[in-house]
């Protein structure tokens, strides 16, 4: 065993976690219920990109990140260029310059944040502009280039599950102010690397939604108590303590939210037993959904847990967002949506938790 190599005690049980210095700088983090210790094969150097800015929009009270280099990032490469594969020695190298791995982190070639971005050197007269300091990290959640989190199995599912809480604890004690885990699945969600995967994002400013997210929580409102008052006509499944409800207020059809029965603020508060169940509950949903569409489901994926010193009173959630109300029929947002951000939603939540349920 290596010193780069450490001993995780999870809730999700013994795990270890190697970090490794890719040739270009870049970190890549590879955990696994067994100690990696292979070889690393050999790969291109170089620097690292990053760059842009954030600019604020004074009428929508929200900031924008420009990030041009990104125009080039890679773009729906065949199953031989893979980039998320295990590397082939003597062959084509990958972001992982290892023979095998079992699930694998590791900063985003292509970042629309850098925590070593410098400051704009340009000025726009009236308009704030701001660092796009922060992080970007892709989760590889298999060396397998087919998959989703319905058929990774369990034991994966947990690892994944461990390996976000780990980068949680170590992007906030970076300095980062919020930390959101996510997937986008498909590409009428404008995926263009379909090896199974999905990205973290550390940010040092606190997105609007999440902005709104905290006021609402400070203010009171309790979302576990209100779950339990809608009643079981809302509800798609439950288990360990979580519950699988479709929000009366959902914006999309078929829209689901995994919530705790009694509030955390992120996944490091679970219990193991919660762990467990939110593991379950992630593939479990995917599969419910991919048998409802009778096809793979595109879908948004992200975790929304409290960002720093909020941790009092927000109350963690995971929300999937599918882009289908039936299986020939994608969800666009359109005109209206983009320009007012009122959503028109096709199916009551209500009738999206009953077909759901029945799966």
């Known amino acids: 065993m290596t010193a780069d190599i450490a001993h995780l005690n999870t809730l999700a049980g013994s795990l270890y976690r190697r970090h490794f210095v890719k040739a270009d700088s870049r970190s890549l983090w590879l955990y696994g219920y067994e100690p990696h210790d292979l070889e690393p094969l050999a790969e291109e150097g170089g620097e690292p ?112 599950v461990a390996a976000w809480i780990d980068r949680y604890e170590a992007l906030f004690a970076e300095g980062h102010k919020f930390v959101l885990p996510f997937e986008s699945r498909g590409e009428e969600v404008g995926v263009t690397l379909h090896h199974p995967h999905g990205q973290i994002y550390a940010f040092d400013v606190l997105p609007p939604v999440q902005q709104n997210m905290t006021a609402s929580f400070r203010e009171g409102y309790d979302l576990a108590t209100e779950m339990v008052s809608w009643g079981e006509r809302y509800e798609v499944t439950r288990a360990g303590g979580l519950r699988v409800v479709t929000p009366p207020f959902a914006r999309f059809p078929y829209e689901t939210w995994i919530v705790a029965e009694d509030a955390v603020p992120g996944p490091w508060a679970f219990s193991t037993e919660q762990v467990d169940a939110f593991a379950h509950l992630l593939g479990d949903m995917t599969r419910r959904y991919d048998s409802l569409f009778g096809r793979p489901t595109p879908y948004m994926l992200s975790l929304q847990a409290a960002p720093v010193g909020e941790e009092l009173t927000f109350q963690f959630t995971t929300q999937f967002y599918p882009l289908l109300r039936s299986p020939d029929k994608v969800k666009y947002l359109a005109s209206v949506e983009q320009s007012t951000g009122l959503f028109t939603i096709d199916i009551m939540p209500e009738q999206a938790a009953a077909a759901l349920k029945d799966i």
Not at 74 to 82: I, L, V
Not at 105 to 125: C, G, R, Y
Request: proline share 11%; glycine share 8%.
């Open 49 to 160: 990109i990053h760059g842009g800015s954030l600019r604020w929009h004074p009428l929508r009270q929200e900031w924008n990140v420009y990030a041009s280099h990104r125009q080039n990032r890679t773009f729906k490469p065949s199953a031989a260029d893979d980039p998320l594969a295990p590397s082939k020695p003597g062959g084509a190298m990958t972001e992982i310059p290892f023979a095998d791995f079992e699930l694998a982190i590791f900063d985003n070639k292509f970042p629309s944040f850098h925590p070593d971005v410098v400051a704009p050197a340009e000025t726009i007269p009236g308009m704030a502009l701001h660092r796009p300091g922060g992080k970007c990290e892709v989760v590889v959640y298999t060396p397998a280039q087919e998959g989703s989190l319905a058929t990774i199995g369990q034991e994966r599912r947990l690892l994944l």
